[in-house]
């Protein structure tokens, strides 16, 4: 069965600076999808970016990317030039190919410190 | 515009008072989703339905059910809430099977904060 895991329960950063987020999955499909969701304090799931495990090239939304890396199964997200708003839970997901499931970890809180 | 609406996006209950919360897409999709989210556990499906009069249990399915009469509603029933079942709640909704690789991210619903006392 395939599982997502986020090693960090929190991270800050200060506003302007750069941030990771880790992420890691186990899966022995070869084809699947991967999603960063963000989750700020209304608690409605935005969807921040996604890779599509068959293209090499990391995904890029403005201020948000992703470094993706199918061997070592990775998919980190960097932000960029923190901003206040991007304090949220950010929840890293799988989905296969052949699959309906969306698979979550279990989530990351981002301070963000002026 | 596009959207899964749930309701309540609030509710606090005693245990044992059966209690519906709804979930509506107006996005024709076939695929509809339950979860929980727990601090430290993420999300967790519940249910999920396929398409009409086709459900099936998800990964934390005990004490829930749910129906799916109609394409666009997918409500989650709590027949007996215990204070275990104190979450937050999303619906979620998806193309099913996807017509293109665009179509791969599920859409939420804002949300239901239950608390059973």
């Known amino acids: 069965a395939q599982t997502v895991t986020q090693s960090q329960p929190e991270m800050s950063v200060q506003e302007a600076e750069t941030v990771t987020l880790s992420c890691t999955y186990d899966?022995?499909?070869?084809?699947?999808?991967l999603f960063w969701y963000k989750q700020p304090p209304s608690r409605q799931m935005i969807l921040v970016i996604r890779?599509?495990?068959?293209?090499?090239q990391n995904a890029t939304e403005n201020r948000f990317s992703v470094n993706f890396q199918k061997a070592a199964k990775s998919f980190s997200l960097k932000i960029s030039d923190s901003q206040l708003g991007d304090a949220a839970m950010y929840f890293c997901?799988?989905?296969?190919?052949?699959?309906?499931?969306?698979?979550f970890g279990t989530g990351t809180r981002l301070q963000v410190f002026p | 515009e596009a959207q899964v609406t749930q309701n309540p996006r609030y509710l606090i209950t005693v245990t044992g008072k059966k209690l519906t919360v709804t979930c509506s897409q107006n996005?024709?999709?076939?695929?509809m989703s339950w979860y929980r989210q727990d601090p430290g556990l993420g999300l967790r499906q519940i249910y999920y339905?396929?398409?009409?009069?086709?459900?099936d249990k998800g990964d934390v399915p005990e004490g829930y059910k749910v129906s799916r009469k109609e394409k666009r509603n997918f409500p989650l029933i709590l027949e007996s809430p215990s204070p275990n079942q104190t979450s937050l709640y999303f619906c979620?909704?998806?193309?099913?099977?996807?017509?293109?690789?665009?179509?791969?991210?599920?859409?939420f619903g804002s949300g239901t904060r239950l608390t059973v006392v």
């Open positions: 339905s396929m398409n009409v009069e086709v459900t």
């Open positions: 996005m024709n999709h076939e695929y």
């Open positions: 979620a909704s998806s193309l099913w099977p996807p017509s293109g690789r665009a179509n791969y991210g599920y859409t």
């Open positions: 899966t022995s499909e070869s084809d699947y999808y």
């Open positions: 997901a799988y989905r296969g190919l052949n699959t309906d499931k969306l698979i």
């Open positions: 890779q599509e495990a068959y293209k090499q």
